[in-house]
């Protein structure tokens, strides 16, 4: 399994990131994927999932209404669509197969900072 990150950066409160998670080694187009994000000194969580095909999906309620999961069976990819950015949303990024549980390894994730 080989999960790969990109898209992050440093953003200025109120913006806007997209993310995506390229994916290989299991059948991406049968899986459920999630995101999940790590804050310095605190524990990894689930922010963001999406079934298989795309039909349904799930919010932290700290993501709710400002981030948008989606995916692209085709190029076996996963995005997220982050607007409203808050510093509170400064974290390592990271997506993994399953639904808000992760089933393979993690990936080196991607660094978003929202700062001014």
């Known amino acids: 399994v080989q999960l790969v990150e990109s898209g992050g950066g440093l953003v200025q409160p109120g913006g806007s990131l997209r993310l995506s998670c390229a994916a290989s080694?299991?059948?991406?187009?049968?899986?459920?994927m999630s995101w999940y994000r790590q804050a310095p000194g605190k524990e990894r969580e689930p922010l963001a999932a999406?079934?298989?095909?795309?039909?349904?999906?799930n919010y932290a309620d700290s993501v709710q209404g400002r981030f948008t999961i989606s995916r692209d069976n085709f190029k076996a990819t996963v995005y997220l669509q982050m607007n409203s950015l808050k510093p509170e949303d400064t974290a390592v990024y990271y997506c993994?197969?399953?639904?808000?549980?992760?089933?393979?390894?993690w990936g080196q994730g991607t660094q978003v900072t929202v700062s001014s």
């Open positions: 999406i079934s298989s095909i795309g039909g349904i999906t």
């Open positions: 993994n197969y399953g639904w808000r549980t992760p089933l393979g390894s």
């Open positions: 080694g299991f059948t991406f187009s049968s899986s459920a």
